[in-house]
């Protein structure tokens, strides 16, 4: 993070950037990005009908695909880190090693090869259907990655609180989800939100083992019409909207948490 003149910041991260709910700029980033994409996926078919408007009428179902991917994965994954995050913070040395360990294979281990890893190395063993083992790669690999996320947040809260519950009579246990986790929640909602949109766009990759998301039947049907530009910028844009309107949603829950937090 840079200042220019004390007006102007640039921020670089590994996602999209999460715009702030009081940026009221007309032409903003996020406004410009986002009315754009829309509005060249509105006049794109009006244009021009074919191919835009039969591409239109062809990817709703992958879109759908990629939602039921996604919203699987990130319930898994935040389950999955919730619980390997608590293992990195205990006491107890095996619990906490291999917590740790998973964590360094996943993180170390692209998603890519996770995916078919599942799907076709492990069909030697058990053969999985494309959906499922989708899930549980992206589910395992961003669990690793939210795990992190769970244990920073938790070690960013005071230990006085924790000192406090014990104080008071509550086991370790009790105190880390009585005490500990409701706060821990308000600090990890916006990396957490970023995870969820960059799990969003990294579930194109399940494409490569014939789930019909998105991108996928973006493919079928550019095969098949060879209208490959016109194909892949529809399925860009929509792509490009959905992450920004998630974004935007992100920042508006953690306004509104800031919001409670400052009145109570």
């Known amino acids: 993070m ?23 700029a007309i032409f903003s980033a996020w406004r410009i990005s986002f009315y754009g994409a ?43 880190g919730l619980m390997v995050g608590l293992g990195r913070i205990s ?9 740790t360990v998973y964590v360094e294979i996943i993180r170390g281990i692209p998603l ?35 795990s992190e996320i769970f244990r920073a947040g938790i070690q960013s809260i005071p230990k006085g609180q924790m000192e406090a519950a014990l104080a008071l009579g509550m086991t370790r246990s009790q105190a880390i989800y009585k005490i500990i986790l409701p706060q821990t929640i308000k600090v990890v909602l916006p990396p957490i ?7 969003l766009k990294d579930s194109s990759l ?17 095969s098949t019409s060879f209208f ?16 920004l309107f998630f974004s935007r949603l992100v920042a508006i829950m953690e306004e509104r948490m800031k919001t409670n937090v400052d009145q109570s």
């Open 38 to 80: 829309i509005s060249a996926l509105i006049l794109l078919p009006v244009l021009s009908p074919e191919p835009y408007k039969d591409i239109l009428l062809f990817v709703p179902d992958g879109v759908l695909r990629t939602f039921e991917v996604t919203v699987l994965s990130i319930i898994f994954a935040l389950f999955i």
């Open 112 to 146: 890519l090869v996770q995916l078919f890893y599942i799907y076709y190395a492990l069909a030697k063993f058990v053969k999985i259907m494309d959906i499922t083992a989708a899930v549980i790669a992206m589910a395992v690999c961003y669990g690793a990655y939210i």
């Open 91 to 99: 006491r107890f040395s095996i619990i906490n090693k291999i917590c």
């Open 228 to 243: 490959y530009f016109e194909t892949y910028t529809m399925v860009a844009l929509i792509y490009l909207i959905l992450t």
């Open 193 to 199: 939100g970023n995870e969820f949109i960059a799990l």
């Open 2 to 24: 840079a200042k220019i003149n004390n007006k102007t910041k640039i921020e670089v991260t590994d996602g999209v950037l999460i715009p702030a709910r009081d940026d009221s």
């Open 206 to 222: 399940v494409s490569i083992l014939a789930v019909s998301d998105l991108l996928r039947r973006g493919r079928e049907y550019a």
